[in-house]
Each structure stands twice: as C-alpha cells, then as structure tokens.
C-alpha cells in the first residue's frame, strides 16, 4: 500500500468531456488505485469555486500530490500548479492528463472507447504522481546589462526602451550608420512626418544616452552561457577587424529585412521604364517639378501588386506569405504623385487591397484623386511587354471587377510593388541557435501570447526580421521585447522549471554521447572522484530528454519524467497492477 | 481582343458633368438595388467602372446608360458618394455628342455659353428670315385669310422640310449608334432578329414601360404626359395646321387636342422646372446648364403657341402674327438643334437602346438554339 495522498479531480467541461466519458466510472476507478486519498467530478475544475475545493480537500486529507484529468496542459499547466502551490502541494507533483483533446473530441462516436481510454490515462497520471518528488524552482541571477542587434527603427527604439529602464544596452549594427531603411525616407503615412528627420531624432537621443553603447561596422557572432547570462562575442570592423566580449542577460534581434529583387524579366523587370516601388519612391520623391523618368515625361503610371509576395504554394521556395506593408506604400506613393504639378493617370494592378485599419483613408483618398484599380486573377498576373518598335509598355491584365476583360494599358512607368524578404543571416542565425519560420523569417514562440519570445530563452525578436510589417508596428514589437526583457532583468533573478536532466555521477563513465546530442550545448566534461563525467548546465538544459536514451549505462535521468515513471504510466495505461 | 484603355476619359467626361465617379469602388450597392440591373446589364456599376478604367471603346457601345431613368436611388444609397445616376446622365450626354458626326453635340454639352450663343442666333436667324417671308406675304395685320402673313399652306411646306431635315440628321446618327453597339458587342444579329424585335420600338417610344419599374411613379407619369403631349403637338402642326391656324371659328375637333396638348406641355414644363429649383428628387439635384436651356426653349414654344392662338381669336391679328413670329424663333432652334444635338435626341436613343438590347438577347438566343439544333426561342 502506498503512503502517498494524492487528490484526482475529474473535470466534465460541461458538456465537452461529460457528455461522452463516464466521468462517474472515472472517479470510481481513481478512488480505488493505491495513494489516491480524494476523487472527485467538477462541471468546470478551472473556475474558481472548484479550485477552492481542491484547496481546502488538500488540507483537510494532507494531499501531497494532485491529478487534474481535464484539457490541454497548454491550457493548464500553471492553473493547476499554481492550485497546487496555495494548496501547499509541490507544484511539480501535479500532473495533467488531457482527457478533452485526447479521449472526448477525438472519440465523439464511441463512449465506452473514450471512457476506457480515459481510465487508461488517468491511471498513468496517478502512476506518475506516486513516484514524483518535491521539485523546487531553479534560480538564476541575472545580468541586468541587454544586447540589441540591428539599429534600424525598431532596434534603436528598443535600445532606448532597455536603457530608460535602467539596463545598459549594447547596440550592434552591422552597417557603418545607424537608421536603417526608414533614414532613407521621406514623407511617411499616414502623419506626413520625414522618416529621415524621425530616426535622426531617435538616433541622437540613443547617442546622448550615457548607458547606451553602440558599435556600428559590427556584427554578433558567437553566444555562449546560459539564460539570464550570456556572453555575446561581437566583431568590430575598425582599421582592423577586433572582437570584444559583453556580458548580457537578454539580447533583441532586430535586423530587419530586405526588398524583393525581381529576376530578370520578371514582369518585365530589367527593362527600361519598368522599377520597383522602392526605386519609385526614391524617384518620387526626388521631383519637385512634373514627374519624369530618364528625361520622358511620365503621364500614366502603372503598379503591379504583389510582385514578390503571395507566390502560388507549388512554386519552388516561393514567398507564399502577404508582404502587408506593400498595398499601403503603393497607394501612399500614388498620393504623392498626385501632389506633384502636372496629371498622371495612375491604374493599379492588384489582387486583393489590403489597406488594412485607419491605411483605408489612403486608399479612398488615391481613388478620390481619380486612381484606377484593376482586380486581377490571383492565377493570371499582368503582363508586361515592350514594343521593340515604338518602345511602348504595356500591361496587359484581366479585370474581375469587369467580369473578367481583358484590358491593355500604354504607361510610361511600370512599377512593381515589390514586398519584403528575409534578410541573409546565416551568420546569426547560427550563433543564436535562432528558429527560422517556413518563410524564412524569424519565429516566435506563439504569434499570439508569446508574440516576440523565441525558443531561446532570453532571446527575442522585433521588428521585419520576424515578419513583414511597418515602422510603428516594428517599434511595437522592439518594445514588446523591452518589456519582455525587464521581465527576467529588473528583479535580478529567473525561476526555471526544474524538470531538467541529472548525471548520476558515480555510473557516469563519460562517452561523450550525450553531449553530442544536446541541441542546447548544455553539457560539459568535468572531474569526478578522479575519472572523467558530464555535467549539465541546469541553467541551459531545456529539459528535452534527448540525451536520456543516448547514454549506454543509463546514468541520465529527467526530473519529473524519471525512468521509473515513463514504466509506471506505461503500465497504468496497459492496465498492469502495481 | 483586349480592350485599349484611354487614362484621359474620366477628366473628359468631367466637362459632361461626371464628377464624382472616381470615389466609386466598386461595391455594386448601386446595381443590387436598381431594377433595371440584371445579369447582362449590370447597371449603373459596370459603366462607373469602365470610365473610372477609360474602357473608351466599350462604354461608346454600351446601351447601358440608355436603360437607365435617372430614378437617383442608387445615388441616394451610394457609401461613397460618386453620384452613380448622376455619372449616367452625364454619359448619356457623352454618348449623345459621341453619336453625332458634326460635332455640334460635343460644343454644345461642353459649353453651355456656345449653346446658347448658337441658339440665339438661330432664333433671330429665324426670326429675320420670317418677318422678312411675311411681308412678301402680305400684311402684319392679317392671321389668316388670302392677306395673311404667314400663310399656313407655306409654313406647312416649311415644316415638312424641316422634319424631313431633323430626320436626317437624327437617322445619322441613329445609324452611328447602331454601329458603334455592334462594334463594341461584337453583335452578329440576323434580320428576322431585327424583325421580330421591332415592336418594342414604338412601345418604348411612346409610353417607356421601363421607366415605370422604377419604384418612383411620379417623374415617369409627368414625363408621359410631357410626351403624349409633345406627340399630339407635332401630329396636330403636322397634319392639321391649316384647321388649327384658321379661324374665326373654333375647330374642336382639332383645338380641343391642341388645347390639352399645350396644357400638359407646359404643365409638365413647370413641374420640372419647379423641381429642379427646389432639387425635390435625386433626379433634380444636379442641373447641367443644358437642362436649363432646354426647358426654358420648350416653356417659350409652349407659351407662345397658346399666345398666338388666343390673341389671333381675340382679333388682335398684328399681335398674334408678332407672337407667331416669336414662336416660331423657339420652335426652329429647338427642332433643329435640340432634337438632333441635345438632350431631345434621347427620344430617339432611348427606345432605340432597348430595342438593341431584345436584338441582342434574341441573336444570342437564336445561336445558342442553333447551336443545339432546335428552333430559335420565341421572346418572352
Ligand atoms: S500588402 Fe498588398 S501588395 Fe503587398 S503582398 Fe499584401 S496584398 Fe500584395
Ligand atoms: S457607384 Fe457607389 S454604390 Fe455603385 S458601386 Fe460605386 S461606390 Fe458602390
């Protein structure tokens, strides 16, 4: 018989579970397995008043370990630990097991299979529970210095954020200036204000700034430590390449993007009179008079949407994803002309407006001023072409909104509204172990509540590296990462979970194997009573359990996952008795 | 064949008074509430969208802004405020000069001062050259009778040579309608097409059925009236004018149509005029200076015409030759110009684009069965 007092609550969410598992038998098995103390059905076991009966359950029967067989523990995980902790349980000794996702939905058409299933499971779960130990939380210090990478807008407005917080803050910028594309620009949407002008004033007030140093002509090249104290390797390209070392506790990524570089030919790309909207801009942007290309007068402009973005999926290494920022630039671009002196007829290819939020006022007002749109097949892209003869442009294009006609304009300038691409990286990519999307860009953790975090921890990103967007969406996302890293900076330490790999030293023989297959660099040879071990960096150690079955003499263990407990929920789930 | 775009076709038709198209994006609220839209005529937002593109060609061969009667609720519900019917009015003024190979159309509707000039001086053209007939005639002060002034035998002659004159001008341009539609459409219609469709012609000349969809009754009822009116006039100077003209003795059997003729003439008149004063309805709101003319030359040919008749039955004879002559300066003008150049000319087009549009279902019904190997479809 078990010593152990273990709680097993059995959620019905409403109707989700309920209605399919005999939570009823359920509890009835639970109760009759060795240590399980209370178990017990709850319509909702997250709401509070269940959460509370849990509590006062835990101190009248002194529970010492807790089963919640419920949802997802993505859901739930820190609910119910958090349960645990004012229940004075170890939180590390509460299991979930998910008995919505994996028994209720997934088996609606057969009861008596999802409430076996459940049985199966929620038996493991106590299984699990019985053999765990009190765990406590591993603490780092950390360095409450912060590494910025990338000096564009979003970058030097993070860098400022880190340092008005009180952190100090190296900024790394790979270019020999700081401002990035946005220094280039001149007028901007949707305030009118000089782009220029705006990163001039931000970079000045990171320059003035006394905790900030920057380091232009330099690039990140290695990291080494763990969370909350990383040793960033920076090299600086002076009169002679030097590198220094910085010692920080959380790094932003913020290096931005590059344009779409149509191949040649590509909507008639390379030929003259043909640009793409960021050379248009420039161009725009330049004339004070009547526009003009190249000495021609420009009277009918052009633009071809989605150049670059929105590729078909069954192209090789195509950009299947929206650039987002591209609709708004070209119908901005196309006001601007539309201030110059003189008349351009201006039509605009496109697949879809996407001139999302408040953009949609650039749009009404391009039409307003007698631009006109032509809705294009998503299958059947314009053509260009050029008459060798009278060197002619035209496009050719079907118009939806036309009920599909074909329709052919002469234009003077053809402009290719050409989207955003993942910048060439590798370099960092590699040195920061950082996970690159399907696109090509950056990843995130969770696009939703973990927006700028990435699997490294202390590692965040911000800005175009992460995904297309524009300026003041970039600097969202760099504050985002400031808040984040005063999250783990401004209290001086870290809690991790300490469900992390351990070495019995005295079996450890050392091989190496392990080590070779950490993906976390989170092992290292040491001494032992005078023969040669691993030894793992708990601080680095994700607790992935990769090395666990590596090892030929068995000396690794996972807390929380033991051997032991991997077999005793095999066998719950196999029916075999304890 | 992809159809070639002409960027400057918005900014022309600006000078017809197309104002606001290019607000217009494309919703189609405009087309979803208008019941004379369907699926081959989308109605007004195809035509708003091929002149927002410059689609020249197509639009100059487009019956679509003839099927449209100006009810203005598509402009009353359009979020954009592009003025849909206004924009349609303003391409059947377009078109108008498009059709007519002189050109006069096209100086008249771009510049109203030119309009007006032209008409004076067509007036006192006239006004010169009839004073002058009359004297040569006889005497000022003689209406009817071997002295008469303006003996109504020759101003019956005169008026066949001006209809014959009118129909000239307005089959010219009838038949540059007609090619510009097939053209545009690629219409391959057969004669018995033609044929069978013709009875639409005269339906849709004299009482407009498809005005009266339109969920407002009220300016298709005025406007009927203002045409029956306008019809019995013109049969009544046509055929009777000698019974008109002569007198003492009222001739009932003609005045009492010349009478109700002339009333809803310049009833009609005033209503409209009274509208677009006040902007009473969508249709009244916008007012080209052309609308202006052309009402107030039809309220002069009115009032003078009842003038005449009452002052020459008063015995003022002088007076009633006067106000003849005076009529007269109004009614050569307004058949002359306004009929064949401006906005009278959509008495013709009108029906004619209705009767196009049958031509065309019908054609295409009839290769479709052909295609299949069975009879052409009887329309319904
Ligand atoms: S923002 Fe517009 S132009 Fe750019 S990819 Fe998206 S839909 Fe295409
Ligand atoms: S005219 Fe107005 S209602 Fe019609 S499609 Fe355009 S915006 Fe929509």
């Known amino acids: ?578 | 064949m992809a159809t070639r775009l002409n960027p400057g076709l918005a900014d022309e038709l600006e000078a017809y008074g197309a104002e606001d198209v290019s607000k217009c994006f494309n919703c189609g609220n405009c087309s979803a509430l208008c019941v004379h839209s369907e699926a081959r005529h989308v109605i007004p937002r195809r035509s708003m969208h091929a002149l927002q593109l410059g689609a020249e060609d197509k639009l100059q061969g487009s019956l679509e802004p003839w099927l449209c009667y100006y009810c203005g609720e598509c402009s009353e519900q359009c979020p954009k405020g592009a003025e849909p019917a206004e924009t349609m009015m303003s391409m059947r003024r377009w078109l108008t000069s498009k059709y007519d190979f002189t050109g006069i159309s096209r100086l008249f509707y771009r510049s109203w001062k030119w309009e007006l000039l032209i008409i004076v001086l067509a007036a006192i053209a006239t006004g010169i050259g009839f004073t002058l007939f009359g004297m040569s005639q006889g005497s000022i002060n003689n209406y009817d009778g071997p002295n008469a002034f303006l003996p109504s035998a020759k101003i019956h002659v005169f008026d066949w040579a001006m209809a014959g004159l009118l129909v000239f001008l307005l089959g010219m341009n009838v038949a540059r309608m007609w090619r510009f539609f097939t053209k545009a459409g690629d219409v391959r219609a057969s004669l018995s097409s033609y044929l069978v469709s013709l009875p639409a012609l005269p339906v849709h000349f004299f009482a407009q059925p498809k005005y009266r969809e339109c969920d407002r009754k009220r300016p298709w009822a005025v406007h009927l009236a203002l045409m029956l009116s306008y019809v019995t006039m013109l049969v009544l100077v046509m055929f009777f004018l000698g019974e008109l003209a002569s007198g003492p003795e009222i001739d009932w059997r003609v005045h009492v149509f010349g009478y109700l003729a002339s009333a809803g003439l310049i009833g009609a008149v005033l209503l409209n005029l009274r509208g677009r004063l006040r902007r009473d309805s969508p249709q009244h709101t916008h007012s080209h200076e052309s609308d202006w003319i052309f009402l107030i030359l039809l309220l002069v040919v009115a009032t003078t015409g009842v003038l005449q008749h009452v002052l020459h039955r008063s015995g003022l004879d002088a007076a009633a030759n006067v106000t003849y002559v005076i009529h007269l300066m109004g009614v050569v003008p307004m058949l002359v110009l306004e009929v064949p150049f401006g906005k009278w000319a959509h008495m013709a087009y009108r029906p004619l684009a209705v009767y196009l549009a049958r031509v065309q279902l019908h054609a295409e019904a009839a290769a479709a069965a052909e295609a299949k190997g069975a009879q052409p479809l009887a329309l319904p």
């Open chain 1, 1 to 578: 018989m078990s010593a152990r007092k273990i709680g097993v609550y059995v959620c019905q969410c409403g109707g989700n579970i309920g209605d399919y598992v005999d939570v009823d038998r359920v509890v009835e098995a639970a109760s009759k397995e060795p240590g399980v103390a209370v178990a017990k059905t709850a319509m909702f076991t997250c709401s509070d008043s269940t959460q509370q009966e849990i509590v006062a359950d835990a101190r009248e029967q002194g529970l010492d370990g807790l089963v919640v067989a419920s949802c997802s523990p993505k859901l739930h995980t820190y609910t119910f630990r958090d349960v645990a902790r004012r229940a004075d349980i170890n939180p590390f000794q509460y299991t979930q097991v998910n008995v919505r996702e994996q028994c209720s939905w997934t088996h609606t058409d057969d009861h008596e299979g999802a409430t076996e299933k459940a049985l199966r499971l929620v038996r493991a779960g106590i299984n699990r529970t019985r053999l765990t130990e009190p765990l406590e939380s591993i603490v780092v210090e950390t360095t409450p210095q912060s590494l910025v990478v990338g000096g564009g807008i979003a970058g030097l407005r993070a860098a400022l954020g880190l340092a008005q917080i009180g952190l100090s803050v190296f900024l790394v910028e790979k270019e020999d200036r700081l401002g990035g594309w946005v220094s280039e620009f001149k007028e901007m949407y949707p305030h009118g204000r000089n782009g220029g002008e705006l990163v001039t004033q931000l970079e000045s007030a990171v320059r003035a700034h006394p905790d900030i140093t920057v380091f232009t002509s330099a690039e990140l090249i290695a990291k080494s430590g763990s969370f909350g104290n990383y040793q960033a390797t920076i090299a600086i390209q002076g009169e002679r390449l030097e590198t220094i070392q910085v010692q920080v506790g959380s790094i932003v990524v913020a290096t931005g993007f590059d344009t779409y570089q149509p191949a040649d030919g590509e909507f008639g790309y390379g030929q003259d009179g043909v640009i793409t909207i960021a050379e248009f801009k420039k161009l725009v942007e330049a004339s004070s008079g009547p526009l003009e290309y190249n000495g021609r007068p420009v009277k009918t402009v052009a633009y071809v949407y989605c150049v670059g973005s929105r590729q078909p999926q069954y192209e090789e290494g195509a950009n299947t994803y929206c650039s987002r920022y591209c609709c708004n630039a070209a119908t901005h671009a196309s006001l601007q002309v539309n201030a110059l002196p003189g008349r351009v007829h201006q039509y605009h290819f496109y697949r879809d407006m996407r001139t999302y939020g408040s953009f949609e006022l650039l749009y009404a007002e391009s039409l307003e001023k007698g631009s006109a749109y032509v809705k294009y097949p998503d299958e059947e892209p314009p053509t260009i072409e050029k008459d060798p003869q009278s060197g002619r442009l035209t496009v050719t294009a079907r118009d939806l909104l036309s009920e599909g006609e074909e329709l052919a304009l002469d234009a003077d300038l053809v402009v290719l509204v050409t989207g955003m691409v993942p910048r060439e990286n590798q370099g960092l990519t590699k040195a920061l172990k950082l996970p690159v999307g399907q696109s090509g860009f950056f990843n995130e953790i969770h696009p939703k509540l973990r927006p700028v975090e990435t699997v490294v921890d202390g590692v965040y990103i911000a800005g175009c590296c992460q995904a297309p967007r524009n300026s003041s969406e970039s600097v969202q996302s760099g504050l985002a990462a400031v808040s984040q890293s005063a999250a783990i900076l401004k209290r001086g330490f870290a809690e991790l979970d300490p469900l992390v790999a351990t070495v019995d030293l005295d079996v450890c023989e050392w091989c190496g194997a392990c080590q070779d297959t950490c993906p976390y660099d989170a092992i290292s040879q040491d001494q032992h009573a005078g023969k040669e071990v691993a030894v793992i960096a708990k601080t680095a150690c994700k607790g992935c359990g990769g090395c666990v079955p590596v090892c030929p003499v068995g000396a690794i263990d996972l807390q929380g996952y033991t051997d032991a407990q991997i077999r005793s929920m095999i066998d719950g789930m196999l029916g075999v008795g304890v």
